[in-house]
Every structure is written in C-alpha cells, then in structure tokens.
C-alpha cells in the first residue's frame, strides 16, 4: 500500500545534538501528525499538525505543516537518551477517510550517551 | 481501562491455521480502527467501525480477513486460513470523535504480533 517517503531512514547522534526529520507526499493530507514507537509497543502520538503552514511545539518537539500540505517536518532539540525509537510521520485526509492514516517507513533514532 | 488492550499479544500459528486477535478499546470510544505493521514499515489501514458498524473495510488485503465489533465495544479481527505473509503485528486504535466530528487522536494499542510459520 502507498506509504509517505519519510527521510532519514536511520540517525546516529550523540546526546544533546538536534535532530532533524521529514516526510513528502505525492498527494495533499489535511492533517500531519508525528508518532513515536517503542519496541513492543504501539505508536504513541507526539504533535498533530491541523493548519497548512503551522508551526507546533511540544517541549523539545517542533513540527510544521508544509504550505503544500504534501510535506512536514519534525525537529527534535538537545536529544537525550530516551529519545530512541522510531518516528513515523503520518497524513489523514479526512472527510470519509477519517482516521485512515497513511505512515511514512519510519526513521529509527539512536542517541549515544 | 485507561488504555487500548490487545489479546494475544504474541501468536504463533501454522500455515492454514484460522487466528483471532481480539481489542478492547477505550471505554466509551465510539471508533475503532484495525492497523496492520509488517517489520521495518509503517502501520497500515485495514479497517474502521463507528460503534458496531464497519464504516471502512478497504484495507484488508483479502477475503481471509474478517473484522466485527457486534456490541461497539470490544472488536476481533479473524484471519483464516493464515499465510507466511500474514505474519506482522496487528494494531487496533481507538477514537472518542466519530467521523466528520472534527480533527481526531488515535489511540493505539500495543499490538498483536502474529507469526505464521
């Protein structure tokens, strides 16, 4: 099935660096959120981004909605151990297809102490 | 409970086996939605119910698939006659806000892992 292309598919950082993600899309998404997954777990939902152009934080989280709508981006601020995990973009298009989320591949974060 | 339960959260079943993965959603949530994550990828839809209605079938990938959510609260997703390329983790999520209600959040579960051998 279609899925967003979400880059970088891996990133090795050292503690207290930024981070830098992002996803595009061939089609439009009225809606971009940010999910972050745990081993043996589900994904757990960081930022919702609802405004084409909007800028969201949450603590050492931002995120955008792309002008667009076919792109957003996640940044991450002076990143700690406990930022490791993967990190799935994800596009909701809304109307009949609530809830129907398209998720990028997924970028794994390793941070070294 | 305060979160989406999932049962089993590991099954191993062999190549024809017919398997049951059952969700509790959080009460009162009146969506439900069923995901599908193969290893390395990004989940992906498989179905949604508002309450006991499947409103949203369009990612099952075949007619094995069967999903039903009788009473709009606990929903199983039946795969029979199992594949090897069934094998992926089957995550259920679940919404306070039913479709056109405005911009949602979904809940995830933890998952059913599935191996078929």
């Known amino acids: 099935g279609q899925q967003l292309n979400q880059s970088p598919q891996s990133m090795f950082i050292q503690e207290g660096e930024d981070v830098s993600m992002n996803c595009t899309s061939s089609?439009?998404?009225?809606?971009w959120l940010w999910y972050k997954q745990d081993p043996g777990e589900g994904p757990v939902l960081l930022i919702a981004?609802?405004?084409?152009?909007e800028l969201t934080s949450n603590g050492r989280l931002t995120a955008q909605f792309g002008i667009t709508r076919k792109d957003s981006f996640l940044n991450i601020s002076a990143s700690i151990p406990s930022d490791v995990g993967i990190y799935f973009c994800?596009?909701?298009?809304?109307?009949?297809?609530?809830?129907?989320?398209?998720f990028g591949q997924g970028t794994i974060l390793t941070v070294h102490p | 409970g305060a979160g989406v339960s999932q049962s089993p959260r590991y099954k191993v079943a062999k190549r024809g086996q017919d398997v049951a993965l059952r969700c509790d959603p959080i009460s009162g949530h009146v969506s439900l939605f069923w995901y599908q994550q193969a290893l390395g990828q990004g989940p992906e839809f498989l179905t949604y119910?508002?309450?006991?209605?499947?409103?949203?079938k369009s990612g099952l990938p075949s007619d094995r698939f069967f999903a039903e959510r009788p009473e709009g609260s606990v929903s199983t997703l039946k795969i029979q006659r199992t594949q090897q390329e069934d094998s992926a983790v089957y995550l259920c999520?679940?919404?306070?806000?039913?479709?056109?209600?405005?911009?949602?959040?979904?809940?995830f579960g933890a998952g059913s892992r599935l191996t078929v051998l």
């Open positions: 999520a679940s919404s306070s806000r039913r479709q056109g209600a405005g911009a949602n959040v979904l809940t």
């Open positions: 119910f508002q309450n006991e209605a499947q409103l949203d």
């Open positions: 089609s439009i998404f009225n809606t």
């Open positions: 981004l609802y405004k084409a152009g």
């Open positions: 994800a596009g909701e298009k809304g109307g009949t297809s609530y809830g129907k989320l398209t």
